[in-house]
């Protein structure tokens, strides 16, 4: 759900600067930026430097998709929303649908049948 498992060179974004994009975030050497801007500044700023040493791009990396309509259907009924290559349930953050959902279910599964002769001998 949300991402695959890509091999080879990894969709570049910026040729010239070897910036490349997983659907989500940009990638500069070993960093990963939200915005393309701050990617490309960063690496301007890099391959300036004396020192400056080029790393390899990966050889694997994992490719971010927005939900598709049955899984943005799933998430409605549970109050799960995507945004910004991320999805989201209540203030929770989450990389991957199904963590959303797993947590998702378990807040809102009924009462064990322990809970719930705790509860009503309380009363």
């Given at each position: 759900m949300g991402n695959a498992q890509f091999s080879g060179a990894p969709p570049l974004a910026d040729p010239d600067l070897c910036i490349w994009f997983d659907g989500r975030r940009f990638h500069y050497q070993?960093?990963?930026?939200?915005?393309?801007?701050?990617?490309?500044?960063?690496?301007?700023?890099?391959?300036?430097?004396?020192?400056?040493?080029?790393?390899p791009?990966?050889?694997?990396w994992e490719q971010w998709t927005a939900p598709t309509a049955e899984e943005t259907e799933i998430m409605m009924a549970f109050g799960i929303v995507y945004e910004?290559?991320?999805?989201?349930?209540?203030?929770?953050?989450?990389?991957h649908l199904e963590h959303a959902l797993a947590y998702a279910r378990q807040e809102l599964a009924p009462l064990s049948i322990e809970q719930t002769a705790q509860v009503t001998s309380h009363d």
């Open positions: 070993h960093y990963c930026y939200d915005r393309l801007v701050d990617a490309i500044a960063y690496a301007k700023i890099d391959q300036r430097r004396p020192d400056y040493q080029s790393l791009l990966p050889l694997t910004q290559g991320s999805y989201r349930y209540r203030e929770f953050r989450y990389d």
